[in-house]
């Protein structure tokens, strides 16, 4: 955790009307920290690229002339604190950028099974259908562990975070203005639900408003921050998607939703389709598609759990009571599937011939089992075999 001279320190030069990101980190790179970069000589600052005499006397002036107390205030009367890289917290999605923002804005909490998301993303002027399509798929995805993403506006955006929550999953809006700002009015009480079971994210100061030149910057960072981006309803130029395009430029994953053809709002995501985006048709086709980079971070996770475990028992008995508050809120599906598994291990072959495939078909069957993976219910082993997990 930063103590309060570092905050000052990365704020004082973050602030500073000429610092782009590139320009931080080219002073980042070369000096380590913010402490660093505001004691050094001018000319070594002058000498970096993007940097010249001139800018490089207003970095080193930076103490004197931006005002970082009035900065600090409206966090604290906001509840919002500042996250740099050199947080942990910071989320793990954006570590991988070439140029991650230098410090984020946050209500809230983000945790580091928030690296498991989906950007749900689309019209504000979205339609009955649209609505109740991003709700499904909200819905679906948070219950099974992963945390949704969006943009915090009237609409699709809305819609999406308000069906997270009532799966009581968790959800992070990424807002294009600071956080100061009441943006759009009619969510201000979404906002505050929001904090309390996610996070309000923005890397704008405090009382930016919402100007359009930010909405593109805003759109980016969901993307990044979420391994899969979907477009549930998208006119031909808009946010959404820029998002999308976003996601497909970080290496994300595109989903898009098939929409009314006699509908300006379903012409881009319609075209997103043609484009190469893969069609869905249901959230499970989702879980199916991030699979492998889900199963990745689900290996990593039981490898931290297990170092934990080994110097802190306690740590062990936290998580078998969490467990047990998981295995408790399972499906009626799940639950069928973890009693197949519970008194002998199963492999998948066998979980398909015992199960109705009326009810439960074979891709249905691979997106619960991946589901209760991610819940940490139960574990694959070599050949799909599958067992319960220790809760």
Not at 54 to 75: D, F, G, H, Y
Not at 239 to 244: H, N, P, S, V, W
Request: proline share 4%; with cysteine; charged share 25%.
């Amino acid at each position: 955790m930063m103590d309060q001279q570092e905050i000052v320190a990365w704020l004082q030069l973050r602030l500073l009307p000429e610092m782009s990101r590139v320009r931080f980190y080219a002073l980042i790179d070369h000096f380590q920290t913010p402490e660093f970069v505001l004691g050094a000589g001018a000319a070594e600052i002058a000498a970096l690229r993007g940097f010249d005499k001139v800018l490089a006397r207003k970095v080193l002036e930076a103490p004197k002339t931006v005002e970082v107390e009035s900065e600090l205030e409206l966090m604290e009367k906001h509840g919002a604190r500042l996250l740099t890289l050199e947080c942990d917290e910071y989320p793990d999605n954006l570590r991988v950028l070439s140029f991650p923002p230098p410090v984020l804005y946050v209500r809230g909490a983000i945790q580091q099974q928030d690296r498991f998301s989906v950007a749900i993303v689309g019209s504000r002027n979205a339609t009955t259908y649209g609505r109740a399509a991003a709700q499904q798929f909200a819905t679906r995805l948070a219950s099974v562990g992963l945390t949704i993403i969006s943009g915090f506006a009237r609409g699709i955006d809305a819609a999406a975070h308000q069906a997270a929550l009532a799966m009581q999953g968790r959800t992070i809006a990424v807002l294009g203005c600071g956080l100061a700002v009441n943006y759009p009015t009619e969510n201000f009480a979404l906002g505050n639900q929001i904090a309390e079971s996610g996070a309000l994210v923005s890397e704008y100061p405090m009382q930016t408003s919402p100007d359009r030149f930010n909405f593109p910057e805003r759109n980016h960072l969901i993307a990044a921050m979420s391994l899969g981006t979907l477009v549930v309803e998208a006119a031909e130029k808009s946010g959404a998607l820029i998002t999308a395009n976003d996601a497909l430029e970080e290496g994300r994953f595109v989903f898009a939703l098939p929409g009314d053809i006699t509908r300006q709002n379903s012409r881009g995501s319609n075209a997103l389709i043609q484009a190469g985006a893969r069609l869905v048709q249901s959230p499970d086709e989702i879980v199916l598609e991030m699979r492998d980079q889900l199963r990745e971070g689900l290996r990593e996770d039981k490898e931290s759990s297990e170092d934990l475990d080994r110097e802190n028992t306690a740590s062990n008995v936290r998580s078998i009571g969490a467990g047990a508050n998981i295995v408790a809120s399972l499906s009626a599906e799940e639950q069928e599937i973890v009693d197949m598994i519970r008194h002998e291990p199963q492999y998948f072959d066998v979980l398909a011939s015992r199960v109705d495939p009326a009810k439960i078909p074979v891709q249905r069957l691979s997106a619960i089992l991946l589901a209760l993976e991610l819940k940490q219910v139960i574990r694959q082993q070599p050949g799909r075999l599958y067992v319960i997990a220790s809760i």
